[in-house]
Protein backbone atom coordinates (compact mmCIF):
# COMPACT_ATOMS: atom_id res chain seq x y z
CA UNK A 1 0.00 0.00 0.00
CA UNK A 2 1.35 3.41 -0.71
CA UNK A 3 0.20 6.60 1.16
CA UNK A 4 1.77 10.10 1.96
CA UNK A 5 1.97 12.39 4.87
CA UNK A 6 2.16 15.80 4.79
CA UNK A 7 3.10 17.76 7.71
CA UNK A 8 1.25 21.04 8.52
CA UNK A 9 -1.99 21.56 7.59
CA UNK A 10 -1.32 25.11 7.63
CA UNK A 11 1.99 27.14 6.41
CA UNK A 12 2.28 31.25 6.53
CA UNK A 13 5.04 32.73 4.94
CA UNK A 14 5.88 36.31 4.30
CA UNK A 15 5.79 37.69 1.02
CA UNK A 16 9.41 36.90 -0.54
CA UNK A 17 10.28 34.45 1.57
CA UNK A 18 10.93 30.88 1.33
CA UNK A 19 8.28 28.19 0.78
CA UNK A 20 8.78 24.52 2.55
CA UNK A 21 6.19 22.18 2.18
CA UNK A 22 6.66 18.54 3.64
CA UNK A 23 5.76 15.53 2.17
CA UNK A 24 6.91 12.17 2.85
CA UNK A 25 5.45 8.80 1.56
CA UNK A 26 5.30 5.44 1.69
CA UNK A 27 5.68 2.56 -1.14
CA UNK A 28 6.59 -1.05 -1.21
CA UNK A 29 7.99 -0.21 -4.53
CA UNK A 30 9.47 2.43 -6.57
CA UNK A 31 7.29 5.17 -6.36
CA UNK A 32 6.06 8.35 -8.33
CA UNK A 33 5.57 11.48 -6.83
CA UNK A 34 3.37 14.49 -7.93
CA UNK A 35 2.90 17.89 -6.35
CA UNK A 36 -0.65 19.70 -7.08
CA UNK A 37 -1.73 23.13 -6.55
CA UNK A 38 -5.49 23.79 -6.15
CA UNK A 39 -6.88 27.38 -5.96
CA UNK A 40 -10.35 28.08 -4.75
CA UNK A 41 -13.25 26.74 -6.61
CA UNK A 42 -10.86 25.27 -9.36
CA UNK A 43 -9.70 21.69 -9.64
CA UNK A 44 -5.80 20.55 -9.38
CA UNK A 45 -3.05 21.39 -11.49
CA UNK A 46 0.55 19.52 -11.66
CA UNK A 47 3.34 21.35 -10.55
CA UNK A 48 6.23 19.13 -11.10
CA UNK A 49 6.35 15.19 -11.07
CA UNK A 50 9.07 12.72 -9.91
CA UNK A 51 9.36 9.71 -12.64
CA UNK A 52 12.75 8.34 -11.29
CA UNK A 53 14.93 10.57 -13.31
CA UNK A 54 16.81 13.64 -12.09
CA UNK A 55 16.08 13.85 -8.04
CA UNK A 56 15.41 17.75 -8.30
CA UNK A 57 12.93 18.58 -9.89
CA UNK A 58 11.65 21.88 -11.18
CA UNK A 59 7.70 22.56 -12.16
CA UNK A 60 6.14 25.48 -13.12
CA UNK A 61 5.81 29.00 -11.26
CA UNK A 62 9.05 28.56 -9.77
CA UNK A 63 8.61 25.51 -7.38
CA UNK A 64 10.94 22.47 -7.32
CA UNK A 65 11.25 19.15 -5.38
CA UNK A 66 13.26 17.02 -3.79
CA UNK A 67 13.13 13.51 -3.87
CA UNK A 68 15.46 11.75 -1.12
CA UNK A 69 15.02 7.79 -0.90
CA UNK A 70 17.14 7.94 2.57
CA UNK A 71 14.48 10.02 4.11
CA UNK A 72 11.46 8.93 1.97
CA UNK A 73 10.65 12.63 1.40
CA UNK A 74 9.49 14.64 -1.31
CA UNK A 75 9.57 18.21 -0.05
CA UNK A 76 8.19 21.57 -1.92
CA UNK A 77 10.21 24.47 -1.84
CA UNK A 78 10.28 28.39 -3.89
CA UNK A 79 13.04 30.71 -2.90
CA UNK A 80 10.55 33.22 -2.78
CA UNK A 81 6.63 33.25 -1.81
CA UNK A 82 4.56 35.75 -3.96
CA UNK A 83 0.72 36.68 -3.18
CA UNK A 84 -0.62 34.32 -6.15
CA UNK A 85 0.87 31.32 -4.48
CA UNK A 86 -1.39 31.52 -1.96
CA UNK A 87 -3.80 28.27 -2.57
CA UNK A 88 -3.71 24.55 -1.29
CA UNK A 89 -1.10 22.28 -2.13
CA UNK A 90 -1.72 18.12 -2.59
CA UNK A 91 1.18 15.74 -2.67
CA UNK A 92 0.12 12.47 -4.13
CA UNK A 93 2.38 8.87 -4.99
CA UNK A 94 1.44 6.34 -7.48
CA UNK A 95 2.82 3.85 -8.16
CA UNK A 96 5.23 2.54 -10.91
CA UNK A 97 4.60 -0.31 -13.37
CA UNK A 98 1.55 -1.98 -15.18
CA UNK A 99 0.24 -3.98 -12.14
CA UNK A 100 -1.44 -1.04 -10.22
CA UNK A 101 -2.55 0.96 -13.37
CA UNK A 102 -2.38 4.57 -12.38
CA UNK A 103 -4.06 5.46 -9.31
CA UNK A 104 -3.11 8.15 -7.15
CA UNK A 105 -2.66 8.68 -3.31
CA UNK A 106 -3.22 11.83 -2.27
CA UNK A 107 -1.92 13.61 1.11
CA UNK A 108 -4.73 15.83 3.12
CA UNK A 109 -3.23 18.98 1.59
CA UNK A 110 -0.89 22.16 3.39
CA UNK A 111 -2.98 25.01 3.00
CA UNK A 112 -0.37 28.11 2.25
CA UNK A 113 -1.30 31.66 3.48
CA UNK A 114 1.13 34.41 1.81
CA UNK A 115 1.28 37.20 3.91
CA UNK A 116 2.94 40.90 3.06
CA UNK B 1 -6.48 22.14 -26.04
CA UNK B 2 -9.66 22.29 -24.15
CA UNK B 3 -9.03 21.06 -20.27
CA UNK B 4 -11.67 18.04 -18.94
CA UNK B 5 -15.12 19.88 -18.35
CA UNK B 6 -17.68 18.98 -15.73
CA UNK B 7 -21.38 19.79 -14.95
CA UNK B 8 -23.31 21.08 -12.93
CA UNK B 9 -20.76 23.09 -10.87
CA UNK B 10 -22.73 23.34 -7.89
CA UNK B 11 -25.31 21.42 -6.90
CA UNK B 12 -28.01 21.33 -3.35
CA UNK B 13 -30.00 18.44 -2.69
CA UNK B 14 -31.96 16.62 0.18
CA UNK B 15 -30.58 13.53 1.84
CA UNK B 16 -32.59 10.55 -0.35
CA UNK B 17 -32.53 12.26 -3.39
CA UNK B 18 -30.68 11.16 -6.46
CA UNK B 19 -27.80 13.02 -8.15
CA UNK B 20 -25.70 12.34 -11.33
CA UNK B 21 -22.38 14.12 -12.26
CA UNK B 22 -20.88 14.52 -15.80
CA UNK B 23 -17.57 15.01 -17.41
CA UNK B 24 -16.70 15.19 -20.92
CA UNK B 25 -12.25 14.37 -20.93
CA UNK B 26 -9.55 15.95 -22.96
CA UNK B 27 -10.12 14.64 -26.44
CA UNK B 28 -7.74 11.67 -26.91
CA UNK B 29 -7.82 10.58 -23.34
CA UNK B 30 -8.04 7.06 -22.90
CA UNK B 31 -8.41 6.93 -18.93
CA UNK B 32 -10.89 8.70 -16.60
CA UNK B 33 -11.18 9.23 -12.66
CA UNK B 34 -13.56 10.24 -10.54
CA UNK B 35 -12.42 11.53 -7.02
CA UNK B 36 -14.52 12.19 -3.95
CA UNK B 37 -13.04 15.06 -2.02
CA UNK B 38 -14.13 15.84 1.37
CA UNK B 39 -13.65 18.92 2.94
CA UNK B 40 -10.21 19.09 4.37
CA UNK B 41 -9.06 15.88 2.58
CA UNK B 42 -7.43 14.91 -0.15
CA UNK B 43 -8.92 13.55 -3.36
CA UNK B 44 -9.72 9.93 -3.26
CA UNK B 45 -9.92 7.73 -5.61
CA UNK B 46 -13.74 6.47 -6.23
CA UNK B 47 -13.37 4.96 -10.25
CA UNK B 48 -11.09 4.60 -13.29
CA UNK B 49 -12.00 3.81 -16.38
CA UNK B 50 -9.51 2.62 -19.19
CA UNK B 51 -11.77 3.68 -22.49
CA UNK B 52 -15.24 1.77 -21.57
CA UNK B 53 -14.01 -0.51 -18.86
CA UNK B 54 -13.40 -0.13 -15.39
CA UNK B 55 -9.55 -0.46 -14.03
CA UNK B 56 -10.31 -0.50 -9.89
CA UNK B 57 -13.96 0.46 -8.64
CA UNK B 58 -12.57 -0.69 -5.17
CA UNK B 59 -13.67 2.50 -3.43
CA UNK B 60 -16.82 3.01 -4.96
CA UNK B 61 -19.49 2.16 -2.82
CA UNK B 62 -21.25 0.25 -4.77
CA UNK B 63 -24.58 0.52 -2.81
CA UNK B 64 -25.45 4.17 -4.01
CA UNK B 65 -22.63 4.77 -6.21
CA UNK B 66 -22.55 3.54 -10.06
CA UNK B 67 -20.77 5.42 -13.13
CA UNK B 68 -20.41 4.57 -16.49
CA UNK B 69 -18.40 5.86 -19.48
CA UNK B 70 -20.56 4.88 -22.76
CA UNK B 71 -18.52 4.73 -26.04
CA UNK B 72 -15.38 5.91 -23.85
CA UNK B 73 -15.71 9.62 -23.94
CA UNK B 74 -17.64 11.18 -21.41
CA UNK B 75 -18.72 9.74 -18.38
CA UNK B 76 -21.70 10.07 -15.65
CA UNK B 77 -21.42 9.35 -12.08
CA UNK B 78 -24.58 8.77 -10.08
CA UNK B 79 -25.91 8.73 -6.13
CA UNK B 80 -28.88 7.56 -5.52
CA UNK B 81 -29.78 7.85 -2.53
CA UNK B 82 -27.76 10.55 -1.23
CA UNK B 83 -26.82 10.05 2.55
CA UNK B 84 -25.41 13.71 4.23
CA UNK B 85 -21.75 12.42 4.25
CA UNK B 86 -21.81 12.18 0.53
CA UNK B 87 -21.29 16.46 0.54
CA UNK B 88 -17.81 16.53 -1.30
CA UNK B 89 -16.11 17.94 -4.25
CA UNK B 90 -16.40 15.67 -7.17
CA UNK B 91 -13.79 16.06 -9.00
CA UNK B 92 -12.98 14.18 -12.74
CA UNK B 93 -9.61 13.66 -14.45
CA UNK B 94 -8.26 11.93 -17.39
CA UNK B 95 -4.69 10.70 -18.73
CA UNK B 96 -3.81 9.48 -22.00
CA UNK B 97 -3.26 5.74 -20.66
CA UNK B 98 -2.68 4.01 -18.00
CA UNK B 99 1.28 4.50 -17.76
CA UNK B 100 1.12 7.92 -18.33
CA UNK B 101 1.02 9.22 -14.93
CA UNK B 102 0.29 12.94 -15.23
CA UNK B 103 -3.55 13.30 -14.49
CA UNK B 104 -5.54 16.61 -15.88
CA UNK B 105 -8.44 17.60 -13.50
CA UNK B 106 -11.41 19.28 -13.96
CA UNK B 107 -13.23 22.19 -11.81
CA UNK B 108 -15.22 19.80 -9.88
CA UNK B 109 -19.11 19.80 -8.76
CA UNK B 110 -19.35 20.78 -5.35
CA UNK B 111 -22.44 18.54 -3.93
CA UNK B 112 -24.37 19.78 -0.83
CA UNK B 113 -27.02 17.61 0.79
CA UNK B 114 -29.00 18.48 3.40
Known amino acids: AQSVTQLGSHVSVSEGALVLLRCNYSSSVPPYLFWYVQYPNQGLQLLLKYTSAATLVKGINGFEAEFKKSETSFHLTKPSAHMSDAAEYFC??????????????FGTGTQLKVEL | EAGVAQSPRYKIIEKRQSVAFWCNPISGHATLYWYQQILGQGPKLLIQ????????DSQLPKDRFSAERLKGVDSTLKIQPAKLEDSAVYLC????????????FGPGTRLTVL
Open chain 1, 92 to 105: AVSRRGTGGGNKLT
Open chain 2, 93 to 104: ASSLGQLYNEQF
Open chain 2, 49 to 56: FQNNGVVD
